[in-house]
Nanobody, 126 residues
Framework: QVQLLESGGGLVQAGGSLRLSCAAS????????MGWFRRAPGKEREFVAA????????YYEGSVKGRFTISRDNAKITVYLQMNSLKPEDTAVYYC???????????????????WGQGTQVTVSS
């Protein structure tokens, strides 16, 4: 069983920054591919960013590339999402997810993730 707890969400003005954290339980966290997803009001959940177990492979959704940075600290069993130059369209509930299947690649498909956090609200005002 893996538990994920997101934090760091909040209200920020357009152009501002937030850093989301996702603390995980489990001694084998360092072997999990991790991802961030978001669900905006009235929309389906969508992919934001993903990182391989080693941190050596990273992938971003097009609209956040260059503004968001995903990283992980396996010693702290935590994955981060640094969000800069935020826009009102980034407003959503952000979720982190863990894929416990052994693989070296990043995971983009949400259906391949085994565990999900409860989400943290990010609101960007114009």
């Amino acid at each position: 069983q893996v538990q994920l707890l997101e934090s760091g969400g909040g209200l920020v003005q357009a152009g501002g920054s937030l850093r989301l954290s996702c603390a995980a339980s489990g001694r084998t966290f360092s072997s999990y591919a991790m991802g961030w997803f978001r669900r905006a009001p009235g929309k389906e959940r969508e992919f934001v960013a993903a990182i391989s177990w080693s941190g050596g492979r990273i992938y971003y959704e097009g609209s956040v590339k260059g503004r968001f940075t995903i990283s992980r600290d396996n010693a702290k069993i935590t994955v981060y999402l640094q969000m800069n130059s935020l826009k009102p369209e980034d407003t959503a509930v952000y979720y982190c997810a863990a894929d416990t299947n052994p693989r070296t690649a990043v995971v983009i498909n949400q259906w391949e993730y085994d565990y999900w956090g409860q989400g943290t609200q990010v609101t960007v005002s114009s």
